[in-house]
């Protein structure tokens, strides 16, 4: 049930801050965090790092609701408001890891995530990682990928 009531929050949230006239980096932000999301899950649950549980719907080892909830609206959202200024993006990104890991944590909390050999830095550097990457995807796309 919490990824069912993620996926319905997410959407919520996107709808009320989703600008139209941004829609391409909707896709780009959006597609490209699911993409990286189920590769990072499907090793994490392979190495054994974590495991998802109740998933509802599975996709890769992973909760489909969670990667087409959370994951893509934060990703859509993060490419629509990454700023142009490089320290902004820092901070943005800063931001958007932290959230993300304090989401980790509620489903941790809930009950349908579980740490095995993981730990919450581990999980903050591996967000940044992919917001550095996202970023990058997002800037590459409004510059017509130069």
């Known amino acids: 049930m919490p990824w069912l009531i993620a996926f319905a929050i997410s959407w919520l949230v996107f ?5 139209r006239e941004f829609w391409i980096s909707h896709l780009a932000g959006g597609l490209s965090a699911c993409i990286i999301q189920l590769v990072t899950d499907f090793i994490g649950h ?3 790092l ?3 549980s109740s998933p509802l719907l599975s996709i890769f080892c992973s909760s489909a609701f ?13 490419g629509q408001y990454l700023p142009g200024a490089r320290w902004l993006q820092g901070l943005h990104i800063l931001v958007f890891s932290g959230l ?12 349908v995530l ?3 050999n993981w730990y919450h830095p581990a ?3 591996i967000n940044f990682l992919v917001f550095v990457f996202l970023a990058w995807v997002v800037e590459s796309q409004r510059k017509g990928w130069r």
């Open 100 to 111: 993300f890991l304090l989401q980790e944590h509620m489903f941790m909390l809930a009950g």
């Open 66 to 78: 969670f990667t087409f909830g959370p994951v893509f609206t934060m990703g859509a959202l993060f």
């Open 15 to 19: 709808f009320a801050l989703a600008r």
């Open 114 to 116: 579980d740490y095995i």
């Open 46 to 48: 392979d190495l054994k």
């Open 123 to 125: 999980s903050f550097m």
């Open 50 to 52: 974590y495991q998802v």
